[in-house]
Each structure stands twice: as C-alpha cells, then as structure tokens.
C-alpha cells in the first residue's frame, strides 16, 4: 500500500472511531442522569389521556340515541368492574320498527361494558369470564363485521374504518340471546385481544400513549332457541350504535388533543 493510500485508510479509520464516540458520548450523557435517579424511560407506563371518560363509563354506562335505559349498575365479572345495562327502544314506534322481537319474555336487551381504567389493564380472558357467569350454551357462531366513519378527518370525509365482532346463540333453560362481543377501540374494534396489542404498539410508537379499549357484549333476547340469523341486522345497527356512542365519549373533554385520530358486586343468573 503507497503512503497517500495508507494515510487516506487511517484517515477514515480515525473518523470513524471519532464519531462512534461522539454517539457513545452522547448517550452516556442522556443515560447518566436516568442512571443516578433510577428513572429509565421504558418503565414508564404510556398514559391514557381518556381514563376519566373510561371510569365513568364503568360507573354510569353508556347513553345511546334511540333507546332507553331501565336500569344500570356496576356488577363484577371474573375479578373486573363491569357496567350491566338493561335497554329497549326509547318509543313504540322505533319497538314496531325493530327487525327483532325485544319483548319476547318481556325481556330487555342487556349492554355489558368493561372499560380499561388504568394503563396496565389489559383485554383477557373476558368472554370466557361472560360465559362462566351466564352458563349458556353457545353455538351458532359468526364473525360480523361493519363499517363506521372516521371522526375529525375534514380532509378525508369518506374515510372509514371496520370493526369485527363475535356473533353466536346464547341459550339456557331460562333464556336465548342473540350476543355479539368485541373489543373497541378508536378507529378499530376485534374480539381478540391480540389485535388490540398490535395497535396499541403502534398508537405507544407514534404518541407514546396506550390505546384505550372498552369490551363490549350485546346480548339480544330471542325466542328459545330461535335461529340468531334474525336477530343479526339488529344486532349489527346496534353493534354500530354502540361503537360510535363509545368513540364520541372518549373524544369529550380529551385533553390531549388527538380527536384527530378518532372517529373503541358479584354477578349472579338473577342479574339476567
């Protein structure tokens, strides 16, 4: 090697080793002080900037245009907080008009929702948790899926984002329901935990916050043993019903600013 070629190779060799110090410096700089308070910024747990909408939530339930609420309380279900809301359309005409039957046994549709209330809540195990207290029956199983609107996007406003649910026949000796069950979320909603986990990787990467989740179970009385298949369009208008209500509660008195991103006691067989 001539000596103008191997002074270049030291050269850039020097370089080289002069900017990798430059970087070790400068994240011992940032690592030192986090080092000496035993602050490390990955064991802070990403905020939700919605958890006063989610608590009361769980405290109050949920208002849903159209329809009536007879009664609400706060039940337990598999060790969490649940919000058990019994409805019916709000007026007789919107009764005549539904495509199912809600007074079969004069019973009324019942509206279970858990919201995440701290940040290291996450979905579970929470239909088996349903069907360990209800001790129904299920078949009949289908996956719904319906569309909704993404709110706050003036420049896109055909934009829309689909939302997939568990549909199946719930039934005992005492009662049949048609029962769909997801898990919402802003702009999204499955009944898989997993797929919620992904998107809350990806909300934590761009805002460094968790996406909050609600899960949600509808369950629609039918006849006994009556074939769910008409209870569905029902089911799926108020699937969406709920889903919307759900995305405009997070959305009020947000304090972070996102709206841009959105458009998701023990329990015993007397509570049914």
Do not use: C
């Not at 990798?20 to 400068?26: E, S």
């Not at 709110?151 to 984002?161: D, E, F, I, L, V």
């Not at 005492?174 to 979320?185: G, L, P």
């Amino acid at each position: 090697m001539l000596p103008s070629q191997l002074d270049s190779f030291y050269r850039s060799t020097l370089i080289k080793q002069l900017v990798v110090l430059m970087i070790l410096a400068i994240a011992l700089a940032g690592a030192v002080p986090s080092y000496l308070t035993s602050q490390w910024p990955w064991q802070k747990v990403p905020e939700i900037s919605q958890l006063k909408q989610l608590k009361d939530m769980q405290k109050n339930g949920l208002s849903l245009p159209g329809w009536q609420t007879l009664s609400q309380r706060t039940v337990e279900i598999g060790g969490h907080k649940w919000s058990a809301q019994e409805i019916v359309p709000a007026t007789v005409d919107s009764q005549m008009n539904s495509q199912v039957n809600l007074q079969v046994n004069s019973q009324p549709v019942w509206l279970l929702l858990r919201p995440q209330t701290w940040a290291r809540d996450l979905p579970q195990v929470d239909w088996m948790d349903i069907n360990g207290v209800r001790q129904w029956t299920a078949d009949s199983r289908k996956t719904l899926e319906f569309t909704l609107p993404v709110a706050g996007s003036q420049s896109q406003p055909n934009r829309t984002y689909s939302v997939k649910a568990r549909f199946f026949r719930g039934w005992t000796q005492r009662r049949t329901d048609a029962v769909m069950q997801w898990y919402a979320w802003p702009d999204g909603g499955h009944p898989a935990p997993s797929r919620w986990f992904w998107a809350d990787q990806l909300q934590q990467l761009r805002h460094r916050q968790h996406l909050p989740w609600v899960a949600v179970s509808i369950q629609i009385p039918i006849k006994p043993l009556g074939d769910i298949e008409t209870a569905e369009a029902e089911a799926k208008a108020l699937a969406q019903l709920v889903q919307t209500a759900l995305m405009k509660s997070l959305r009020k008195n947000d304090t972070v600013g996102q709206a841009d991103s959105f458009t998701s006691i023990s329990m015993s067989t007397s509570v049914y």
